[in-house]
C-alpha cells in the first residue's frame, strides 16, 4: 500500500504559476510510473502529465510546453511546476499510482485560475 498526499493548489490569475507536490509514504523509486490528473467541474477526470521511473515524462497537449513534472526520490516527492495558467486548467489536481493491479490515489488538490 502507499498513501499519497498532494499539496500546493490554490487560486492564482490567468498567466501565473504554481507548483503542486505529491508525497508519498514510500520510496517512490520503486514505483513504476506516478501519474498526475485532474478533474475540472462536470468533466472526466483526464491524465495530465506522467512520469516513468527512469524519469521520462508524457503530457496532455493541452500542458505541453507549460507543465513540468519531476520527481525528487530523496524527499519521496513527485512535482508539478505549472506556467502560464489558463482558466481551463481549473480542476482537482491527483496523484496517481499503480502497485501491482491496484491503483492508489491522493486526497486531491484544488487548482483554480481566475482574474
Known amino acids: 500500500q502507499v498513501q499519497l498526499v498532494e499539496s500546493g493548489g490554490g487560486l492564482v490569475q490567468p498567466g501565473g504559476s504554481l507548483r503542486l507536490s505529491c508525497a508519498a509514504s514510500?520510496?517512490?523509486?520503486?514505483?513504476?510510473?506516478v501519474g498526475w490528473y485532474r478533474q475540472a467541474p462536470g468533466k472526466q477526470r483526464e491524465s495530465v502529465a506522467i512520469?516513468?521511473?527512469?524519469?521520462?515524462?508524457n503530457y496532455v497537449d493541452s500542458v505541453k510546453g507549460r507543465f513540468t513534472v519531476s520527481r525528487d526520490n530523496a524527499k519521496n516527492t513527485v512535482l508539478l511546476q505549472m506556467n502560464s495558467l489558463k482558466p481551463e486548467d481549473t480542476g482537482v489536481y491527483y496523484c496517481?499510482?499503480?502497485?501491482?493491479?491496484?491503483?492508489?490515489w491522493g486526497q486531491g488538490t484544488q487548482v483554480t485560475v481566475s482574474s
Open positions: 496517481h499510482v499503480y502497485i501491482g493491479a491496484r491503483e492508489y
Open positions: 514510500q520510496r517512490i523509486s520503486s514505483l513504476r510510473a
Open positions: 512520469i516513468t521511473a527512469g524519469g521520462s515524462a
